[in-house]
């Protein structure tokens, strides 16, 4: 069976930078599973997918811009520390707030200069180029209600519905 939109697929994957670091990895825990063609996992490697069959391992170099996006231009920005009502804020502490759409999105601190707080807020992989290593272990149809849910459903399922 070979993977295109409204299959589910399960891989094997390492992920390195450019440095070729091991960022994640799948190896030695459970596989990844799904639903190809619902944005499931970065733009870039899905496409590298597309057509490809079970047992199939394959290498994908994706750029910024077909993963987690470019670096926000301009580099961290600066809160007043007021904004944090009262908090402890120290650099390296992560919070998480809600975007325009009320989605969680982390933003880091990077320094605190007095009144001010510096935060990053791209994600953490952000600017870099992902190398991944790919193992197909399979490919299934989806079920209807997968395909309603635009996620996989199955074993270790731990979503909310
Ligand atoms: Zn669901």
Redesign the pocket.
Known sequence: MTVTANKVVTIHYTLRNDAGEVLDSSDGGDPLVYLHGAGNIVPGLERQLEGRGKGDAITATVAPEDAYGPKSPGGPKAIPKSAFSGMEVAAGMTFVVEDEDGDPMPLRVVEVRGDTVMVDMDHPLAGETLHFQVEIVDVRDATAEELL?G?V?GEGDH?H?
């Open positions: 849910h996620h459903h979503h519905h």
